[in-house]
């Protein structure tokens, strides 16, 4: 007993206004396994102004939905320019179509020859201008029918929102009563603004529908060309003067990645190419196994005969710079992203930057700032291939047991063998998930870097796509793909073991 | 190095007699504003609920003192959010606390720099947990030295320490699987030769046999015991099972809210609570093992019997239990003597074992 009084004072805690109607109502809606009938007035009435201040959202959006559909029908049905255009085609259409009657008329009398075919282009715009005429006037006739549709959207959504008001208000009750700080009650303040604001949107958009010539600031944002220009100038600027006054820094990165580019790709080069196959395939076979090192060898061949194998090289070469330098700054970062949640809050918008971002869009800055060639190359696929292992780093580390972490420490461990011993262990699969991911992304992008002259296999992608050579865009293509699967391959097995 | 490192810690462990560990008026209290919430409670101004509505805090442990004897078990018995696993954390510094002074081996553990604290860790403290704590990745030769390679030992004394580890807990040839292919007994067996391996003074046992089944648990409590005692251990154990405490502790502190409620012998304990609390748990508890002839007995100059008389009767040690003198008094109808280093020193009648028997407060 006194535990439904109890219950029935939450309800009147929870609902402040028509505590005794909702009191009612939950108890019948508690008693039901179903979904339970009931209509509530109020709600049917009052809609996205009911929904606000009973604080339902997802309501709210409902009867907006339903109620603005309805006021743009009813507004066309009511006072809209229905067939207007017809009508004056129509107008425009029978007075040429009597203007050209005029001129046949008088060329009949004078006796010229192009009297009969000019007789009938008038017979035509008449026909035309009829036709017109009849679509005018269809238009016209849908009036009524949008008027009764725009009321049946209407009652549609009034009934919905009646329906569902109650059942939707009990849930969020139930939320309430683990959750108490959620607000509750009848919010006034919060049904003044929804009231104000349906005002203003139902009366604007029936103003749009209705009027025969809309004001153009109903029809189009506010657009500043000046400011835009002010704003991407300025930006230019800044780059200019970044670019002159960090030069030497640039010129130092860009030579750095040079050395390390060209240290990898002449080793790779200069070795005979049957040397070079033939590590690569052993390599496939010891870490991964002899499936591996068949298709190793197979995909090799393909790279050799068709002439991708210098190319392969020099993308290799990238791309193992890029990676190479990925890992350096992602790895670190993810494993402190990992243990200090604060900094990843920081990190994350950029890193949601940097992969999302067109890679046309950095393409740019980059070239301003490094030039052309290979080391822009490196740095734009470094700005795309650093997010993933840096998210799977932090994943990883995060993900450690905090019961392990505790065990090590009360056995003395120091920071360093924590992280040595038990984070990175423990946190690896993930984290070669995220070397593996960052491999790949390096790949793809190495066809969009040989667009700043990076070379390598991008560059015959690029230049079947300038002259529409399909069948050399898709051999290059493949090639690409092999490269990626055979590196993938003997990442990922070495990450399974 | 290492061995230099040991005798060093060594040299400072305080000397027989005195209690190993000390805490003295400890309190725990997690959230930002704890200092507030601290004055609020020493002020006597605040309880639980308005500490947590008014600083956002939890109080973990409130205003505990304790001491450990060397070779002692003392079991801190409470249920799950007593504060009793917040409470042995402390004692090895892996919480810290927010008031209070923790002594070990006659050392302030507060007063440590961060090296020395992980060289006490390493090599005074051995802790084994509730969830093993074991690192999947690696063997179980390699869990059990972990201790080891912290202190910076070499592999083959790492590798020799732990298999004689291994030995002691019945675990002799495992060493070379992972921590994954065992069984949850046996996984809490390498958590217990962890421990171990750097044969450390103190054990820490936060609920180490909670997880397992009741056959199980049994098992190793026995291990357990053997072991702690032949090795002369001073062990903390932590447990929320009153029969566990009682079969393994010498001494039990019973926890609720943070604070201590009773500390005694497991025979004090059940037979005298002082607490509503204590006595509701001990109410169910089985007396067979626990109450001894001493406490039972009535004095021998109250009674006339003569020397004849008490030469006939049965006798006991007065260490004997409750289960011992119910054997007896199946197979003999009168008293029973207890006996003192030859001389009887009290009586024991049936009407004092049946009462001992009925489960309620013995008054």
Known sequence: ?497 | MTDRLRTDVGGRIAADGEPLIVMRNVWKIFGARQAEALAALRAGAAGKREIAERFNCVVGVADVNLSVDRGEIFCVMGLSGSGKSTLVRHINRLLEPTAGEILVGGENVMAKSPADLRSLRSHKIGMVFQNFGLLPHRTVRDNVALPLEIQRASRQKRFDIAEEALEKVNLAGWGDRYCHELSGGMQQRVGLARALAADPDILLMDEPFSALDPLIRRQLQDEFLSLSTAMGKTVVFITHDLEEAVRIGDRIAVMKDGMILQVGTPEEVVTRPEHDYVRKFVADISRLNILTARSMMVPVGEHHLTEADLAALPSVRPDHVLGDLVEIAAGHSGDIAVREAGAIVGLIDRTAILNGLKRKEAS
Not at chain 1, 36 to 53: D, E, H, M, Q, R
Not at chain 1, 174 to 191: D, E, Q, Y
Not at chain 1, 384 to 401: K, M
């Open chain 1, 1 to 497: 007993m006194s535990e439904i009084s109890s219950e029935d004072g939450l309800v009147r805690e929870f609902t402040k206004q028509g505590a005794d109607y909702y009191a009612s109502v939950f108890a019948r809606i508690r008693s039901h396994a179903g979904f339970t009938w009931s209509f509530n007035w109020a709600a049917a009435v009052l809609g996205p102004i009911w929904a606000t201040a009973r604080n339902i959202p997802i309501l709210f959006w409902l009867a907006l939905f339903f109620e603005t559909l309805a006021v743009a029908q009813l507004a066309t049905g009511f006072a809209g320019n229905l067939g207007g255009e017809q009508r004056v085609r129509a107008e425009r259409l029978f007075k040429q179509a009597d203007e050209r009657r005029v001129e046949a008329e008088k060329a009949k009398t004078a006796g010229e020859s192009s009297a009969d075919s000019m007789l009938r282009s008038a017979d035509g715009l008449k026909v035309a201008a009829e036709n017109a005429a009849r679509q005018a006037e269809a238009a016209e006739a849908r009036g009524p029918m949008l008027i009764g549709a725009g009321l049946l959207t209407l009652l549609i959504g009034k009934l919905l929102v009646g329906v569902l008001a109650n059942p939707l208000l009990e849930r969020r009750f139930n939320r309430w009563r683990s959750n108490r700080r959620l607000r509750h009650g009848f919010h006034k303040a919060g049904a003044l603004l929804a009231a104000a604001f349906c005002l203003l949107a139902y009366g604007l958009v029936a103003w749009r529908v209705a009027a025969q010539a809309p004001p153009s600031w109903l029809t189009t944002a506010p657009v500043n060309r000046e400011w835009q220009g002010i704003v991407a100038a300025t930006l230019d600027r800044a780059l200019d003067g970044l670019s002159k006054s960090g030069d030497a820094v640039f010129s130092a990165i860009t030579g750095l990645i040079n050395i390390v580019l060209d240290t990898a790709a002449s080793g790779l080069t200069t070795m005979p190419w049957l040397v070079t196959m033939a590590m690569i395939v052993i390599l496939a076979w010891q870490l991964a196994g002899n499936r591996v090192a068949i298709f190793t060898a197979a995909a090799l061949a393909y790279l050799a005969v068709l002439g991708f194998w210098e190319k392969s090289l020099e993308t290799v070469a990238l791309l193992g710079t890029s990676a190479v330098l990925c890992l350096i700054i992602g790895i670190p970062l993810g494993i402190w992203c990992g243990r200090r949640p604060a900094v990843y809050t920081a990190i994350r918008p950029i890193l949601d930057f940097m992969q999302t971002m067109p890679a046309f869009v950095y393409l740019i800055p980059v070239i301003a700032l490094f030039g052309i060639g290979k080391p822009p190359g490196v740095i734009a696929t470094l700005v795309f291939g650093t997010p993933p292992v840096v998210r799977l780093t932090a994943l990883g580390v995060q993900g450690v047991p905090t019961s392990i972490r505790e065990a090590a420490e009360a056995y003395g461990a120091t920071r360093w063998f924590l992280l040595t011993r038990v984070d990175l262990p423990l946190a690896a699969p993930s984290i070669m998930a995220g070397v593996n991911q960052t491999i790949l992304m390096c790949l793809s992008m190495v066809v969009i870097a040989s667009l700043i002259g990076a070379k390598g296999l991008g560059e015959d992608v690029l230049n079947a796509l300038q002259y529409a050579a399909v069948g050399q865009g898709l051999l290059a293509g493949l090639a690409i793909l092999l490269c990626a699967m055979i590196i993938d391959r003997i990442v990922q097995s070495t990450s399974l073991r």
